[in-house]
């Protein structure tokens, strides 16, 4: 029959493995949440600077429009300018 110590010895061992693959199982949950958790942060991260390059998309594009817009009205007038030159009749020197 094992004496007290010995019981007491494999009762420690015991309580140790136990703890030891809890602590696996624990640090194999935790590296589970950290990746998801980091897997959030970096959409979250993305979801900013996609709206950050949108937002500035967003002042090009209005900048371009406004100058296509500037770019028809000068093309425009110097049509009609060009229109009202021809019209005028061509006034010959007489010699």
Not at 39 to 45: D, L, W
């Amino acid at each position: 029959m094992p004496s007290r110590s010995d019981r007491f010895k494999a009762t420690a061992i015991k309580a140790a493995r136990k703890a030891k693959q809890a602590a696996l199982v624990a640090m194999r949950e935790a590296e589970r949440l950290l990746k998801e958790a980091s897997q959030r942060a970096a959409t979250e991260v993305r979801r900013q600077q996609l709206k950050l390059r949108l937002k500035r998309m967003a002042g090009v594009l209005k900048a371009a429009g406004k100058a296509a817009v500037v770019a028809g009205v000068a093309a425009g007038t110097a049509a009609a300018q060009r229109e009202l030159k021809r019209r005028k009749p061509i006034r010959r020197l007489r010699s």
